[in-house]
């Protein structure tokens, strides 16, 4: 059965973005596809996700495990990720930072093994990579700083080669791959619904404070798309102001519901609009917290990091390394 095991150096790398994404493409190219995690709770928000997001695979059960997987347990996640038929191909998250595990888990499966490392984190997946010997399909870098792209170029791909590490790309820094639904922030506020909450699962990749706004209203909440739009609800003018931009969600503080004329413009715009207890300082400082803790759990993300992977990625490479697995 060919089988890819897609792991990193630290969480939150990317492992669910790129075995997700890579799963779709395979689907795509009419292959039988089989997608999950290898360890992870009953509840695991990445495996929900996988299953939302690439249906057309067949979902891969994690195997609960406390640390690192003993010996038994790496067996356990083999067989669950391998009882799908000898034609299809397994796409399976291994773990962070577990790299004896993972190879452990790649030589049940005579897996390719691909790397994902964030651009700060290259002299880690340096060190980590001989665990993976042969089986190492190559090394991506993920969430990569746009302004340090010399950086890239110049010190960490030649630092790769210089290893005898295969560099497979690197995908960018990207607002929609780190944005959240407005439901999701209203959720984290605790607000009320007031309007049109059924548009309330589009992504929102800013927030906007409409505090003193030196700049014409509509000047200002425009300058930034798909944003989400942070008043307090006894400013009025504020939230027609934003209303009168596309923007994607309107929250309003301090518990005011309000006046006539922004149900009005919501209503016109088909805007959600939640009412939150907490004051604009408040509740700006808890969507930072929460901001920092974003899933890959959106359709429009996996639409974003496929386009971004089909541009900066050797897919290729991974495709031939599938079809002839390293044994050994």
Same mark, same amino acid.
């Given at each position: 059965?060919?089988?890819?095991?897609?792991?990193?150096?630290?969480?939150?790398?990317?492992?669910?973005?790129?075995?997700?994404?890579?799963?779709?493409?395979?689907?795509?190219?009419?292959?039988?596809?089989?997608?999950?995690?290898?360890?992870?709770?009953?509840?695991?928000?990445?495996?929900?996700?996988?299953?939302?997001?690439?249906?057309?695979?067949?979902?891969?059960?994690?195997?609960?495990?406390?640390?690192?997987?003993?010996?038994?347990?790496?067996?356990?996640?083999?067989?669950?990720?391998?009882?799908?038929?000898?034609? #299809?191909? &397994?796409?399976? +998250?291994? @773990?962070? $930072? =577990?790299?004896?595990?993972?190879?452990?888990? /790649? %030589? !049940? *499966?005579?897996?390719?093994?691909?790397?994902?490392?964030?651009?700060?984190?290259?002299?880690?997946?340096?060190?980590?990579?001989?665990?993976?010997?042969?089986?190492?399909?190559?090394?991506?870098?993920?969430?990569?700083?746009?302004?340090?792209?010399?950086?890239?170029?110049?010190?960490?791909?030649?630092?790769?080669?210089?290893?005898?590490?295969?560099?497979?790309?690197?995908?960018?820094?990207?607002?929609?791959?780190?944005?959240?639904? #407005?439901? &999701?922030?209203? +959720?984290? @506020?605790? $607000? =009320?619904?007031?309007?049109?909450?059924?548009? /309330? %699962? !589009? *992504?929102?990749?800013?927030?906007?404070?409409?505090?003193?706004?030196?700049?014409?209203?509509?000047?200002?909440?425009?300058?930034?798309?798909?944003?989400?739009?942070?008043?307090?609800?006894?400013?009025?003018?504020?939230?027609?102001?934003?209303?009168?931009?596309?923007?994607?969600?309107?929250?309003?503080?301090?518990?005011?519901?309000?006046?006539?004329?922004?149900?009005?413009?919501?209503?016109?715009?088909?805007?959600?609009?939640?009412?939150?207890?907490?004051?604009?300082?408040?509740?700006?400082? =808890?969507?930072?917290?929460?901001?920092?803790?974003?899933?890959?759990?959106?359709?429009?993300?996996?639409?974003?990091?496929?386009?971004?992977?089909?541009?900066?990625?050797?897919?290729?490479?991974?495709?031939?390394?599938?079809?002839?697995?390293?044994?050994?």
């Amino acid at each position: 059965m060919p089988a890819l095991l897609v792991v990193s150096t630290s969480p939150g790398a990317g492992k669910t973005a790129f075995a997700a994404t890579y799963s779709a493409r395979l689907l795509a190219d009419g292959a039988t596809v089989s997608l999950g995690k290898a360890f992870g709770a009953v509840d695991d928000v990445d495996a929900a996700a996988m299953k939302t997001l690439v249906a057309g695979a067949k979902a891969i059960d994690p195997i609960a495990a406390s640390g690192a997987p003993s010996e038994d347990q790496v067996r356990q996640a083999a067989q669950a990720a391998g009882g799908s038929g000898a034609s #299809a191909v &397994a796409v399976i +998250e291994g @773990l962070s $930072g =577990e790299h004896d595990s993972n190879r452990l888990l /790649a %030589d !049940e *499966l005579d897996a390719g093994v691909v790397l994902l490392a964030g651009q700060s984190e290259y002299i880690s997946a340096i060190e980590s990579a001989p665990a993976y010997g042969d089986r190492l399909v190559g090394i991506v870098i993920n969430n990569a700083p746009r302004h340090q792209g010399h950086d890239l170029e110049s010190e960490i791909v030649p630092a790769l080669e210089a290893a005898g590490l295969p560099y497979i790309g690197a995908i960018p820094e990207d607002r929609r791959l780190v944005a959240v639904t #407005a439901r &999701a922030m209203h +959720e984290c @506020l605790g $607000g =009320e619904w007031l309007e049109w909450e059924e548009h /309330a %699962d !589009e *992504l929102v990749e800013t927030v906007l404070i409409g505090g003193i706004v030196l700049d014409w209203g509509p000047h200002y909440f425009s300058s930034q798309e798909n944003a989400a739009v942070l008043v307090r609800g006894d400013r009025p003018d504020l939230a027609i102001a934003a209303l009168a931009t596309p923007i994607k969600a309107l929250i309003l503080t301090r518990g005011v519901k309000p006046v006539e004329y922004v149900y009005y413009e919501a209503d016109k715009r088909q805007v959600p609009v939640t009412v939150v207890d907490k004051d604009t300082q408040e509740a700006a400082e =808890e969507l930072e917290r929460f901001l920092e803790y974003s899933h890959f759990d959106h359709p429009a993300k996996l639409e974003r990091f496929s386009d971004l992977a089909a541009e900066r990625l050797d897919l290729d490479r991974i495709d031939s390394a599938v079809a002839r697995p390293a044994t050994g």
